[in-house]
T-cell receptor, first 112, second 112 residues
Framework: NAGVTQTPKFRVLKTGQSMTLLCAQD?????MYWYRQDPGMGLRLIHY???????AKGEVPDGYNVSRLKKQNFLLGLESAAPSQTSVYFC???????????FGPGTRLTVL | GDSVTQMEGPVTLSEEAFLTINCTYT??????LFWYVQYPGEGLQLLLK?????DKGSNKGFEATYRKETTSFHLEKGSVQVSDSAVYFC???????????FGAGTQVVVTP
């Protein structure tokens, strides 16, 4: 039981490049989330999904896209990376019975 | 909108000292309240939660009481250990989608 895993762990991009962050969970959770963590700002919600094939915007969605083609996977895409997207990205899935979110280990992204 | 305010860190303590981290919130609904902990290099883990006024959440020697009259959810531990060194986040959710609003986080450093 791996919980929530994220790929890659680290990445450096140049401005304008694109990339996809992968989140996978093996707990059969319907709800999944992408957050970004910046110094002094806590975590902010980018996008979330309440089930396979669904996505919705969070607090800071601009510049990101997401897809939930399979229940266990939630992908976060950056089409044209900007330095302002330098951050640590966390994925989470939610046990709706106990209302607890389980977080992955994070992806540290640097955009030059 | 909903928001969470928590005391700034870092908080530096000696082992066996008493720890308090203040957290206050503003919310239009009836939020559930959470404390998450992030150990160095890891994702967030749920430490404790409370779902309604006067509920007390507790785990690993930590406690927090949901105070609706003061809109607070302060975290306390009577005797900290070096292993409690981490960043602590207060958070709330106010809807059924589980979208979390986080405070900025408080770094706690416990020295031997």
């Amino acid at each position: 039981n791996a919980g929530v895993t994220q790929t890659p762990k680290f990445r450096v991009l140049k401005t304008g490049q694109s990339m996809t962050l992968l989140c996978a969970q093996d707990m059969n959770h319907e709800y999944m989330y992408w957050y970004r963590q910046d110094p002094g700002m806590g975590l902010r919600l980018i996008h979330y999904s309440v089930g396979e094939g669904t996505t919705a915007k969070g607090e800071v969605p601009d510049g990101y896209n997401v897809s939930r083609l399979k229940k266990q996977n939630f992908l976060l895409g950056l089409e044209s990376a900007a330095p302002s997207q330098t951050s640590v990205y966390f994925c989470a899935s939610r046990d709706i019975v106990y209302n607890e979110q389980f977080f992955g280990p994070g992806t540290r992204l640097t955009v030059l | 909108g909903d928001s969470v305010t928590q005391m700034e860190g870092p908080v530096t303590l000696s082992e066996e000292a008493f720890l308090t981290i203040n957290c206050t919130y503003t919310a239009t609904g009836y939020p559930s309240l959470f404390w998450y902990v992030q150990y160095p290099g890891e994702g967030l883990q749920l430490l404790l939660k409370a779902t309604k006024a006067d509920d007390k959440g507790s785990n690993k020697g930590f406690e927090a009481t949901y105070r609706k009259e003061t809109t607070s959810f302060h975290l306390e531990k009577g005797s900290v250990q070096v292993s409690d060194s981490a960043v602590y986040f207060c958070a709330l959710d106010t809807d059924s989608w589980g979208k979390l609003q986080f405070g900025a986080g408080t770094q706690v450093v416990v020295t031997p």
